[in-house]
């Protein structure tokens, strides 16, 4: 059952992304929530920063901003420049896939340069 008392979103991890446990926030009025490598475990993906974007709750909208980052944040494949309205059923995607080389740690696995991406739920609002 997906009962939540406050509006919320779920991230699920794609076949493609860097493997992570799914992930649910709950929003309340003006609080917004920072995403970056700590949110996504196990392990992460090296092309995520910290913070790398941030998700808040506006009159019943759930929003996202990418924080400046290098690699970027992506919605259905656009990467976003402001801040964007995220729907039931879109794909987010943070980060770049990144090809390995020797300014590569060795330790980096090969999951590990692949982006997050996580299909969006959304429940609440």
């Keep these: ?12 991890p794609m076949a493609d992304s860097c493997p992570f446990e799914a992930i649910r926030l ?14 996504f475990s196990p392990g992460g993906s090296i092309s995520v920063s910290s913070p790398h974007a941030e998700i808040w709750l506006q009159n019943k909208q759930i929003l996202i901003r990418d924080q400046n980052t290098a690699y970027g944040t992506y919605v259905n494949g656009i990467r976003i420049v402001q801040q964007t309205l995220l729907q039931n059923g879109d794909i987010l995607t943070l980060g770049v896939p990144i090809i390995r080389s020797s300014g590569v740690p060795a330790n980096v696995t090969n999951a590990q340069l692949k982006p997050i991406k996580a299909m969006v739920t959304i429940v609440g609002v």
């Design 1 to 12: 059952m997906n009962f939540c008392v406050a509006p919320c979103l779920t991230l699920s």
């Design 26 to 39: 709950s929003f309340t009025c003006n609080v917004r929530i920072p995403l970056g490598p700590t949110a």
